[in-house]
């Protein structure tokens, strides 16, 4: 007898001995038989898949309430998804608060210094929402659709009872089936590990993607000078507050440049109390509002000076042939 007739009898010795407890086990529901106990390792599958489906269900419900917080919204995926329909298209929380960010900004102006600022956090908000929206996309595809086949799927070839009973050669081979699916619960535990990975890699894109954007903006927001006069041109003496680096963040940005706020505030004051010019850096991109202003491309180096009664907000900028009046929160004086 070679190997494959030895497990063709075995296999049909094993589905034979299923049907027999099978009809059994049918027999005895309806009060025609002495009860006896199933074996020892058909109950252990069976309590093994329960558990499994308890669980995967739970972990289902618990990852769609991480991934979309709210209740309402949920529920009106839920009825698109019966529907066989496409839920419509809307702005998350980040995209939303970013959106209202840039607006806000765009309303008191770019060209002021919290305008700018506004519209720069409304952007990296944006950002936000669009990682969690691919996270969310990633995480439905590959870990949470896996999981649903199963419990759609799998288990419930598992628990079905009706089909088993249609005719005898049906039921021989759904018990086979049943038996090899119940068989396969560890290579499901193992599938679904598998997608527990992908998973945790879609948060570590997700969160490294937040981190970023966090880290540029917080870069972005702390070049800004901190004695940040009122947007409406009227000189202040109460500098704003500068902003602080998250302990978190402090080894990441400990090697990004920083500007002394008594350096700065003492060059353009040395600046406006002499006859001479100096040379400037230009931070941000700035669109003049008028004739009598330069405009500003980020990164390009003017010659800036002061001249008598000028505004104290502003400086006056060379760009070979051409000049005008430009804001000093713009600018970054160099040595």
């Known amino acids: 007898m070679n190997i494959m007739d030895f ?8 589905a034979g001995t299923f049907l027999s407890r099978a009809v059994q086990f049918t027999e ?24 499994t489906k308890l669980w995967t269900e739970k972990i289902m419900k618990q990852t769609e309430v991480l991934l979309q917080p709210n209740p ?8 698109y998804e019966k529907l066989d329909r496409k839920a419509p ?17 765009n309303e008191f102006g770019p060209g002021t210094a919290y305008g ?28 949470l659709t896996p999981l649903r086949n199963f419990i759609e799927g799998d288990y419930k070839t598992i628990t079905s009872e009706q089909e088993v009973r249609i005719t005898q050669s049906e039921f021989d081979r759904q018990a086979e089936i049943t038996r090899l ?16 990975n992908d998973f945790v890699e879609a948060q570590m894109t997700y969160y490294a993607q937040c981190y970023q954007y966090m880290l540029d903006l917080q870069k972005q927001l702390g070049s800004f000078p901190s004695t940040f006069l009122s947007n409406n041109n009227q000189s202040s003496s109460t500098p704003v507050q500068s902003v602080s680096t998250p302990s978190v963040l402090a080894s990441a940005s ?30 941000y991109d700035y669109d003049a509002a008028n004739s009598s202003e330069l405009s500003l491309l980020a990164d390009e180096v003017i010659t800036v000076y002061s001249i008598p009664g000028m505004d104290s907000d502003w400086l006056m900028g060379e760009r070979g042939n051409q000049k005008g009046k430009v804001p000093i929160t713009y600018l970054e004086l160099l040595n």
């Open 181 to 196: 699916l119940l068989e396969g619960i560890s290579s499901t535990h193992a599938h679904h590990l598998r997608c527990l």
């Open 116 to 143: 700018n600022a506004l519209i720069k956090c409304g952007e990296t908000q944006k950002r936000i929402g669009t990682a969690d929206r691919e996270l969310i996309q990633t995480s439905a595809i590959n870990f």
């Open 28 to 51: 005895e529901k309806l009060g025609q038989a002495e009860k006896t106990e199933l074996d020892a390792h058909l109950e252990n599958l069976l309590s093994k898949a329960e558990c």
């Open 254 to 283: 400990a090697s990004l440049p920083s500007v002394s706020n008594s350096i700065i505030t003492s060059g353009i004051s040395e600046l406006k109390s002499s006859s001479g010019s100096r040379k400037a850096r230009v931070l």
């Open 89 to 105: 298209s809307r702005m998350n929380n980040p995209e939303l608060l970013g959106q209202y960010m840039i607006d806000a900004g």
């Open 72 to 79: 309402n919204a949920r529920i009106e995926e839920f009825v």
């Open 7 to 14: 497990n063709v009898k075995k296999l049909a010795a094993d």
